[in-house]
Every structure is written in C-alpha cells, then in structure tokens.
C-alpha cells in the first residue's frame, strides 16, 4: 500500500514564525499535493508538484511556499505565520495526475 | 467551474444496515474519486470510478457519466464506516485539480 507520511500531527506556533510542513512518500509518485481543509470549506488545493523541483499554483498559494528537493518528499512552507493559516493541512501523492489520490494523515495547524 | 453536489449531508444508521449516498456534478468528468474521511481525519481512497461499477468489500459504487452522478452504496453498516465520505471530480480546466464535493457525514451506531 501507498504510504504518505506528514512528519506532525498536531503542531502549535506562534504568529510570525516560519513552520514547515514535511511530507514524504514512498510509492516513486511523480505528484505531490497539498491541501488545507476548513470547516464550511472543505478541501480546497493549495499547491501542486509534477515533478522534482517543479511547483504550481493551487487556489489558495497567497501566503505559502513549497520545495521539492527530491521526487519522494514535498515541503510546505509558511514563510510568516498568520492566525488564519491555522487549519487541517492535507498531503496527498498520486503517480499520474488523474488517477488515484493517496493522502497523508494530516497535520492541524494552530497558530496564536 | 464544475460544481459537485453530495446528499444527504448526513445520515445515521443502525449498525447492519444498508445505505446509499450521491454524488451529482454540473459537467463532463474524467476523473471521480470516493474517499473517507475517519473522525481521526485520516482521508482514504475508497475508488477511483470516472465510470462503471466497481466493488470492494462491503462498499461499491456505480458512476453514470452521461447522467452526471456517482453513487457509493454500504452494505450491512459498521460502526467504523462512521465519518465523513466525499467525492471529487477533476476539473476540466486544469487536469491536476480535484474539485471535493462538501461531503456526507455518516453515523452508525451499534
């Protein structure tokens, strides 16, 4: 089985902080995701990545970053935290675009 | 863009019972996908059925592209098929995009 592992899950930080958000999997999956889910509005894309050091704009980039150093691990950045990032952050990995989505177990994100 | 639309958003079961859930979207998809979302938040992929039937389990379901709807049948309910099912379907515009239905969240009860 496709195993996608997020390295925290829960995690506390104060407002202004960088936190970074790892995520791994070990299935050689070309696409990496990363999703935030909210209550009321659902899972919505916030990056996407084809390929190792290849990154593009999900719906809601505004405020994050990502880095894809190698194909198995995919990094989500908040370069300045804010109270409005805290929410359930979803990794996910699939081998081609439009098949099968395996997700991570979630990382809750607190800010204060 | 494609809208998706789940019903019921939430439903209770006695523990044996069978159930069946919807999946309607406003157009054309090549990509749909059921997951369940345990209450420890874990998302898991039950299947990916852009069309046809498929079964595993005590679960299947049957998506009908040309009518614009996937359904997700539970067969003799557990009490651990509680939490929350979604469906999400690729959009059209940008290929790598699942667009998540808001979900149905399910109860069963021992």
């Known amino acids: 089985d496709v195993k996608v592992t997020q390295s925290s899950r829960y995690l506390v930080k104060r407002t202004g902080e960088k936190v970074f958000l790892e995520c791994v999997q070990d299935?050689?999956?070309?696409?990496m995701f990363w999703y935030r889910q909210d209550p009321g509005l659902g899972l919505r894309l916030i990056y996407f990545?084809?390929?190792?050091?290849?990154?593009e704009k999900g719906d809601i980039p505004e405020g994050y970053s990502v880095s894809r150093e190698k194909k198995e691990r995919f990094s989500l950045i908040l370069e300045s935290a804010s109270t409005n990032q805290t929410s359930m952050y979803l990794c996910?990995?699939?081998?081609?675009?439009?098949?099968?989505?395996?997700f991570g177990s979630g990382t809750q994100l607190s800010v204060l | 863009g494609i809208q998706v639309e789940q019903s019921p958003p939430d439903l209770i079961l006695q523990e044996g019972a069978n159930s069946t859930l919807r999946c309607n979207f406003s157009?054309?998809?090549?990509?749909l996908q059921w997951f369940h979302q345990n209450p420890w938040g874990q998302l898991i992929n039950l299947f990916y059925?852009?069309?046809g039937t498929k079964q595993n389990g005590r679960l299947s379901a049957t998506t009908v592209a040309t009518e614009r709807y996937s359904l997700l049948y539970i067969s003799s309910s557990q009490t651990t098929d509680s939490g929350v099912y979604f469906c999400?379907?690729?959009?059209?515009?940008?290929?790598?995009?699942?667009?998540f239905g808001s979900g149905t969240r399910l109860l069963v009860r021992p």
């Open positions: 996910a990995s699939s081998f081609q675009l439009t098949e099968k989505l395996f």
């Open positions: 299935m050689d999956h070309e696409n």
């Open positions: 990545s084809y390929d190792v050091k290849m990154k």
């Open positions: 157009d054309s998809v090549n990509n």
């Open positions: 059925i852009p069309s």
């Open positions: 999400a379907v690729e959009d059209w515009d940008s290929s790598y995009k699942l667009i």
